[in-house]
């Protein structure tokens, strides 16, 4: 009996990041007064699409892949938001970072909505004829909610610059003409902007250097762990150090981690994970596991992997200083609270890591323009952008007495109801 109940009460508390983006959003909501009926539409995506996706298998089987594009709210402009190719994908885990994705662009003042897109599907396991034939049959279906003007996708999770060019292609196909506005992250080859690569995280570290300014610490030799070595983790390890001297002791991937307290060579580890596949192994480094990475005692913690990594058990043993969060929602609402009390400062997710949708726009502006700004434009801008959006969020935080994320979410919500308010739809 007891066993049945626990179980049942297990499954009850599953996480759910649709959910968990709605708490915050209601949280929000109650500090903002915002009215019930604005609030009832920011809850909920405008509109949403699931398509199934026939795809032919180079051993000539047909395979079918579910794919979900989210458009969560428009009222600012273009929705805008990442393609995800992922196995544990789910039409609430779009939402939910469709929902995000609007507050991102809203908290750095984007004129753009948020949306989400994926597809079930494990991309280790398939070609590269297989993956650009998956990523032509999204945009036949879904291609036609897409556009510059209307809804634009972007590299994340296991997608990348040649996926958008694909991607790209099939859609100047179909439209019988060049868009390279429909799609950012691009080449540069074919539109694509410099500085995007690194974008997410450069913008986080920009982000990470206010927070040291204001918090008094002094980031030079301060030790930096990474969980998740990938595009965000890989750039956050290399400007960590470039741009603020910090010392990379730990970082991980989804096989674990690996650590050395007196420090890791950023470029030697990611040669490392090109041949061996993983950071697993490096030469001089202790291995630890995800979970205890998170726990160990460093100034920095940078979270750059997957969603509900600090939760309300793991968070009370986090014993950094700053937790610069490059991964899209990997702190629970319970945890928060938690890091919160024990005075962790959190740079929340949509305000760290919104570098990469910040040069996605100025890809889109760039495309507009067909003119194309160089390196130092577009850092400078960048730069601007992220620096102004933190002490925004900085500042209504400490007048508020609330957690930063908190904060964010009530400049971003006050932006978008605005908008909502002023066409009259609430
Ligand atoms: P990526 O696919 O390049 O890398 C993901 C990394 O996480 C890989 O190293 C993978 O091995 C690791 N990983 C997977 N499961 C893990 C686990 N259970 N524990 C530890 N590590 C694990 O993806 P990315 O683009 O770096 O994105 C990482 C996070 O940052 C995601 O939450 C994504 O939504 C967010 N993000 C990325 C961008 C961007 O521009 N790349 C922008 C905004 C947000």
Partial sequence: MSRLATTSNETQQRFNPFAMAQAQLDAAAEVLQLEPSIHALLREPLREMQVSLPVRMDDGSMRIFKGFRVQYNDARGPTKGGLRFHPDETIDLVRALAAWMTWKCA?????LGGAKGGIV?????????????LSR??????GRILGAEVDVPAPDMYTNAQVMA????????LQGHN???????KPLALGGSKVREEATARGGMYCLREAARVLGLKTEGTAMAIQGFGNAGQHAALLGQELLGVVVVAVSDSRG?????????????IAHKRTAGSVIGFPGAQSISNEDLLRLDVDILVPA???????????PEVKA?????????????????????KGVYVIPDFLCNAGGVTVSYFEMVQNAYSYYWDDKTVKARLDAKMTAAFHEVHELATRLGVHNRLAAYCVAVQRVAEAVRLRGWA
């Avoid at 049959?137 to 879904?142: L, T």
């Avoid at 992997?305 to 309300?312: D, G, M, P, V």
């Avoid at 990997?330 to 609270?337: I, L, R, S, Y």
Wanted: with cysteine.
């Fill in 305 to 315: 992997a997957l969603e509900n990594t600090i939760n309300a058990h793991n968070a």
């Fill in 179 to 185: 868009e390279f506005g429909m799609i950012t992250g």
């Fill in 257 to 269: 981690g690996i650590y050395a307290p007196e420090g890791l060579d950023p470029r030697k580890v």
């Fill in 321 to 341: 200083r700053i937790s610069a969060e490059l991964a899209n929602g990997p702190t629970t609402p319970e945890a928060d609270e938690i890091l919160h009390a």
């Fill in 107 to 111: 908290v750095v003042d984007l004129p």
């Fill in 121 to 133: 599907c494990n991309p280790r396991e398939l070609s590269p004829g297989e993956l650009e034939r």
């Fill in 166 to 173: 694909w991607m790209l292609d099939e859609f100047s196909v």
């Fill in 137 to 142: 049959a999204y945009v036949r279906q879904v």
